[in-house]
């Protein structure tokens, strides 16, 4: 909806210092309904289900500054109109407090929420963190008739790539995990530890930078994708990720 909004924004000059902004909501439509089907055909694909974000964040109440450097972003004019159509167009699913990456988790980690083969389509990097299936669509298309590449996370590289986030943190979510530790150095330092030892690793890391448990583990909550066994479906609140 995002790259389909954003993608059709045209400036428009009516005279030496009148500009106003424009966007047609069918070339929108029809450029995120292309984009559906290409997905559905590249993935042999019978049901979608869009997944969508609550406004409320239940992470800005674990940490306030979460996604704060996207206050004064300005949205693209057609993304409300596009989500309404994409209600009425598509099943979907919100839950109050969630970001569509932990519908996406949630319904995707659940053995019987929906049934049959669940892959997940994002090309955002956090999706690595679940266990399951999963579908880049900008690194992972083939040219038709080929059926796109699929790759499987183990529960074991889901731990990992969590583990990862929360040392490295996320610039693009506002999150910023342990000071001075890059995709490398984290690398590093799981390679050299035990996954046992993983946590009380991380913790030290914090540490050595200033920083206590409390902050580690605020990265580590904000960094985890919910799974179904992170939400708490009869009051429909999330269950916080502690270490074990």
Known sequence: ???????????????????????????????????????????????????????????????????????????????????????????????????????????????TLIPGKKIIVSIDKDMKTLPGYLCNYSKDRMPAPDPWVVRKTTVEQAHRNHMLQTLTGDTTDGYKGCPGIGPVKAEQLLEGCPVEKWWEMIVAAYKAKGLGEEVALQNAQVARILQYTDYNFKAKEVILWQPN
């Open 1 to 111: 909806m995002y790259a389909a909004a954003s993608a059709n924004e045209e400036p428009y000059k009516w005279s030496e210092w009148l500009w106003t902004l424009h966007s047609d909501l069918g070339v929108c439509v029809a450029q995120l309904e292309d984009t559906v089907q290409e997905i559905m055909e590249g993935l042999r694909s019978t049901k979608i289900i869009m997944a969508l974000s609550d406004d409320v964040k239940w992470r800005q109440r674990v940490m306030p500054e979460y996604k704060g450097n996207r206050v004064n972003v300005r949205k693209p004019l057609t993304l409300g109109p596009l989500r309404e159509y994409v209600r009425e167009k598509w099943n979907t699913y919100q839950r109050p407090g969630l970001e569509g990456d932990d519908v996406l988790g949630i319904l995707s980690t659940h053995p």
